[in-house]
């Protein structure tokens, strides 16, 4: 096992993917994906995704309306913020939320990262936002992501492509994020803050792929419903800035 990421490649030496300009992610990944294989438990898991992420996506429905119909009002279309976000095996996807930017702020938000990013996401927030980013509400569109199969409830948070792709030139480890489907909430989040190292977020992310299990999964998910509880009490807005 990689001492660093908690990772066990198959036949010892851990392979890492070649740059390759303008190659899509996923044929990089493809070159190294031999060498990890999936688990039983992975069957498991993705059930508990699809029933957990069903059954809320049902019992939700009356407020998700009542949450786009605000929006709507408040700051007029588009409802959902739509972005890529690199998925398990280096797939790209299209990850959704409810919008709590003003209109075009992924434009101007793009290019940033880190703190910087955080101070230009508040900037840009709008009033309903800021509500949906303290509940967590904004998020809750991501479980169509879930049931589609681009995303898991709990996994390591996805990444844009252009910095998922500068993260792995800094860090040659951060591939291994690709063994599993990218989640809603994951090991790191429960664990640390945003202003966290990303080398530091990803020792969590891999011990949570190196561990994976449902009593593990359920955990997580148990202590991510707390953090946001507690969040609400305290009416604080922590959700990582993530364009939308």
Same mark, same amino acid.
């Not at 996923?26 to 994906?33: D, N, S, V």
């Not at 992420?53 to 739509?82: E, M």
């Not at 996401?121 to 998020?139: A, M, P």
């Not at 997580?220 to 009416?235: E, F, G, K, P, S």
């Given at each position: 096992?990689?001492?660093?990421?908690?990772?066990?490649?198959?036949?010892?030496?851990?392979?890492?993917?070649?740059?390759?300009?303008?190659?899509?992610?996923?044929?990089?990944?493809?070159?190294?994906?031999?060498?990890?294989?999936?688990?039983?438990?992975?069957?498991?898991?993705?059930?508990?995704?699809?029933?957990?992420?069903?059954? $809320?996506? =049902?019992?939700?429905? !009356?407020? @998700?309306?009542? #949450?786009?119909?605000?929006?709507?009002?408040?700051? *007029? /279309?588009?409802?959902?913020?739509?972005?890529?976000?690199?998925?398990?095996?280096?797939?790209?996807?299209?990850?959704?939320?409810?919008?709590?930017?003003?209109?075009?702020?992924?434009?101007?938000?793009?290019?940033?990262?880190?703190?910087?990013?955080?101070?230009?996401?508040?900037?840009?927030?709008?009033?309903?936002?800021?509500?949906?980013?303290? $509940?967590? =509400?904004?998020?809750? !569109?991501? @479980?169509?992501? #879930?049931?589609?199969?681009?995303?898991?409830?709990? *996994? /390591?948070?996805?990444?844009?492509?252009?910095?998922?792709?500068?993260?792995?030139?800094?860090?040659?480890?951060?591939?291994?994020?690709?063994?599993?489907?990218?989640?809603?909430?994951?090991?790191?989040?429960?664990?640390?803050?945003?202003?966290?190292?990303?080398?530091?977020?990803?020792?969590?992310?891999?011990?949570?792929?190196?561990?994976?299990?449902?009593? =593990?999964?359920?955990?997580?998910? @148990?202590?991510? #419903?707390?953090?946001?509880?507690?969040?609400?009490?305290?009416?604080?807005?922590?959700?990582?800035?993530?364009?939308?």
């Amino acid at each position: 096992m990689n001492a660093s990421t908690g990772v066990s490649p198959a036949g010892g030496a851990e392979p890492q993917p070649q740059a390759v300009d303008a190659e899509p992610l996923a044929e990089q990944y493809a070159r190294i994906a031999h060498a990890y294989e999936g688990r039983p438990v992975d069957a498991l898991l993705r059930a508990l995704d699809v029933l957990l992420s069903g059954a $809320t996506l =049902l019992l939700l429905s !009356p407020l @998700l309306g009542l #949450v786009s119909l605000a929006i709507r009002i408040a700051s *007029g /279309p588009p409802v959902l913020y739509r972005g890529e976000r690199v998925g398990r095996a280096g797939l790209v996807f299209k990850m959704y939320k409810f919008r709590t930017l003003v209109p075009d702020a992924e434009l101007r938000l793009g290019p940033y990262l880190g703190p910087e990013l955080t101070t230009r996401t508040h900037n840009e927030t709008t009033t309903i936002g800021r509500v949906l980013r303290t $509940t967590h =509400l904004d998020e809750i !569109p991501q @479980l169509w992501n #879930v049931l589609r199969g681009d995303m898991s409830i709990v *996994g /390591p948070r996805p990444i844009r492509p252009p910095f998922f792709a500068e993260l792995c030139e800094l860090i040659p480890q951060y591939w291994q994020r690709l063994v599993i489907r990218p989640g809603v909430t994951g090991f790191a989040q429960t664990r640390m803050t945003r202003e966290e190292m990303w080398a530091d977020k990803l020792a969590h992310d891999m011990e949570y792929i190196a561990d994976r299990s449902v009593r =593990l999964y359920l955990r997580v998910i @148990l202590a991510t #419903v707390w953090r946001v509880l507690l969040r609400v009490v305290r009416h604080e807005d922590t959700t990582p800035p993530t364009p939308g």
